[in-house]
T-cell receptor, first 110, second 112 residues
Framework: GQNIDQPTEMTATEGAIVQINCTYQ??????LFWYQQHAGEAPTFLSY????GLEEKGRFSSFLSRSKGYSYLLLKELQMKDSASYLC???????????FGAGTTVTVRA | NAGVTQTPKFRILKIGQSMTLQCAQD?????MYWYRQDPGMGLKLIYY???????DKGEVPNGYNVSRSTTEDFPLRLELAAPSQTSVYFC???????????FGPGTRLTVL
């Protein structure tokens, strides 16, 4: 089975940094995705990790440790528009399927 | 490119009614997926398809059916609607399984 855990909510101030953790226990591992989902909208792709280490994309970075079953998404220089839900999703031994965590709602305050 | 489109955007059904949620993509993607998203829960995979004529069950297929007669279209059928099927339904597609999935705007379904 698949078990993916991430915190339910986080709050941070505009301009700050927030780190969203994701731990997973899955049948096999073939990659981890992070998606952003604004309220009432569809998820949109942010990042993909398949090897250990840090992937940086502008203000967003994602880290993976396969041995620890752990990933994090780092959001830097937070802006009000970053207020959204962030979904961690793991591709397990079946290549075709993604298993999603429940999502972390990030609220950015002025 | 329109990307992934879904119709309708909203629908209210009575218990026992049937309906088809439409999904289409114009990116020539082989892989297509149907998810449901309940409040506070992650996306749950209902059905997926790896190409025209090929479909398979996901985590929560009961009460649903799909078909994939063309590369572009992947409709989801609810035969006997139940209140437990009240949810937001997302269709997604990808070129293959190793790349990100693109999601449609969703269909918000209420069963009363």
């Amino acid at each position: 089975g698949q078990n993916i855990d991430q915190p339910t909510e986080m709050t941070a101030t505009e301009g700050a940094i927030v780190q969203i953790n994701c731990t997973y226990q899955t049948s096999g591992f073939n990659g981890l995705f992070w998606y952003q989902q604004h309220a009432g909208e569809a998820p949109t792709f942010l990042s993909y990790n398949v090897l250990d280490g840090l992937e940086e994309k502008g203000r967003f970075s994602s880290f993976l440790s396969r041995s620890k079953g752990y990933s994090y998404l780092l959001l830097k220089e937070l802006q009000m528009k970053d207020s959204a839900s962030y979904l961690c999703a793991v591709r397990g031994s079946n290549d075709y399927k993604l298993s999603f965590g429940a999502g972390t709602t990030v609220t950015v305050r002025a | 490119n329109a990307g992934v489109t879904q119709t309708p955007k909203f629908r209210i059904l009575k218990i026992g009614q049937s309906m088809t949620l439409q999904c289409a993509q114009d990116m020539n993607h082989n892989y297509m997926y149907w998810y449901r998203q309940d409040p506070g829960m992650g996306l749950k995979l209902i059905y997926y398809s790896v190409g025209a004529g090929i479909t398979d069950k996901g985590e929560v297929p009961n009460g649903y059916n799909v078909s994939r007669s063309t590369t572009e279209d992947f409709p989801l059928r609810l035969e006997l609607a139940a209140p437990s099927q009240t949810s937001v339904y997302f269709c997604a597609s990808s070129y293959d399984s190793k790349v990100p999935q693109f999601f449609g705007p969703g269909t918000r379904l209420t069963v009363l």
